[in-house]
C-alpha cells in the first residue's frame, strides 16, 4: 500500500464497475516536486500493474490516463475608494510566486479499479 500526500483522488464509478479516478493538486514551487513525484508513483504502478494493457477502454484497454499541469501567476493589487469621484482607483503590485495545478485523471476496469483502490489505500 502507497500513501499520497498530494493527490486525493475521487472515484466515479460505472455499472460495470469500471471508473474513474480524478485527482487535482494546486501547489507553490516548493512542493512541485513532491507532486510530481507522486504522479510517477502511481503512473509506475499502473504500467507495471498492468503491463501493456493501456488503451481507452473501449479499445480494450485496462486502463488509461490524462495528465494536465497549468502554472499562473497572481499580480497583487491595492484598492482604494475615491470617496469625492465615487470610484475605484487599482493600483498593481508585484507578481507573486507562480502556482502550479496539476491534475491527473485515470480510467481503469473493474479489475484495474479494485486493485488501485487496494494500492492507494483509497477505500
Do not use: K, N
Amino acid at each position: 500500500m502507497t500513501t499520497l500526500d498530494y493527490l486525493d483522488f475521487d472515484f466515479s464509478e460505472e455499472a460495470d464497475g469500471s471508473g474513474s479516478f480524478d485527482a487535482v493538486a494546486s501547489v507553490g514551487p516548493q512542493q512541485l516536486p513532491a507532486v510530481h513525484a507522486e504522479i510517477v508513483t502511481v503512473l509506475d504502478w499502473a504500467h507495471a500493474a498492468f503491463a501493456g494493457q493501456r488503451a481507452p477502454l473501449d479499445d480494450g484497454g485496462a486502463w488509461d490516463f490524462d495528465l494536465q499541469s497549468l502554472q499562473e501567476w497572481s499580480l497583487s493589487e491595492t484598492l482604494t475608494y475615491d470617496e469625492g469621484a465615487g470610484r475605484l482607483d487599482v493600483r498593481s503590485g508585484t507578481a507573486g510566486a507562480p502556482r502550479h495545478t496539476v491534475s491527473l485523471s485515470i480510467v481503469g476496469s473493474a479489475d484495474f479499479c479494485d486493485a488501485f483502490r487496494a494500492q492507494f489505500d483509497l477505500g
